[in-house]
């Protein structure tokens, strides 16, 4: 298992998976989400309502359709309520059922945002480390990128992985 950061725009990743913050409607939405729908564009929203929606801290697969990544994982983060309805097990939950569906689809490389760390609120510092935890411990086999759109989030990123390998 290799794990790595970097800073830029997830659509424009040649991966086998780039995984998607999703809502539960998996029918796009704002930041990544949006921006995934957009790049893919209109089969993936097609695709996913044919899905009929996912459970928060679960995963969805679908096919890549206009970007360069042959899937998307669409991954439904929790809401943050304070830290205190079960945040944290929701969003390792969601990394996980995320990691699964690659290894049953044969995926090698993966790329993740920083799931339910926009709109939903989830504290950057803490989603990090959670993430990094759950990709440690069920990306067995895997190449991940962990990709920050902006320094500020690719710089929380980078840290939640060196403070890992240490």
């Known amino acids: 298992m290799r794990i790595s950061t970097l800073q830029g725009d997830i659509t424009r990743l040649a991966m086998d998976?780039?995984?998607?913050?999703?809502?539960?409607?998996?029918?796009g939405g704002g930041g990544v989400d949006g921006a995934i729908h957009r790049a893919a564009g209109p089969e993936l929203l097609a695709e996913c309502r044919a899905i009929g929606?996912?459970?928060?801290?679960?995963?969805?697969?679908?096919?890549?359709?206009?970007?360069?990544?042959?899937?998307?994982?669409?991954a439904v983060g929790p809401v943050w309520q304070g830290g205190t309805?079960?945040?944290?097990?929701?969003?390792?939950?969601?990394?996980?059922?995320?990691l699964l569906l690659a290894q049953a689809h044969d995926?090698?490389?993966?790329?993740?945002?920083?799931i339910s760390t926009g709109i939903y609120?989830?504290?950057?510092?803490?989603?990090?480390?959670?993430?990094?935890?759950?990709?440690?411990d069920h990306a067995a086999g895997l190449e991940v990128i962990l990709v920050g759109f902006d320094a500020g989030s690719h710089a929380t990123l980078r840290q939640?992985?060196?403070?890992a390998r240490r």
């Open 121 to 136: 609120g989830f504290p950057a510092e803490r989603a990090a480390r959670i993430a990094v935890a759950a990709i440690l």
């Open 160 to 163: 939640a992985v060196d403070e």
């Open 85 to 98: 309805a079960g945040e944290d097990d929701l969003l390792a939950s969601a990394y996980r059922h995320s």
């Open 17 to 27: 998976a780039i995984v998607n913050a999703a809502n539960r409607t998996l029918l």
């Open 53 to 74: 929606g996912c459970p928060t801290g679960e995963a969805r697969i679908t096919r890549g359709y206009g970007l360069p990544a042959r899937y998307v994982i669409h």
């Open 107 to 114: 995926i090698a490389r993966i790329a993740f945002p920083a």
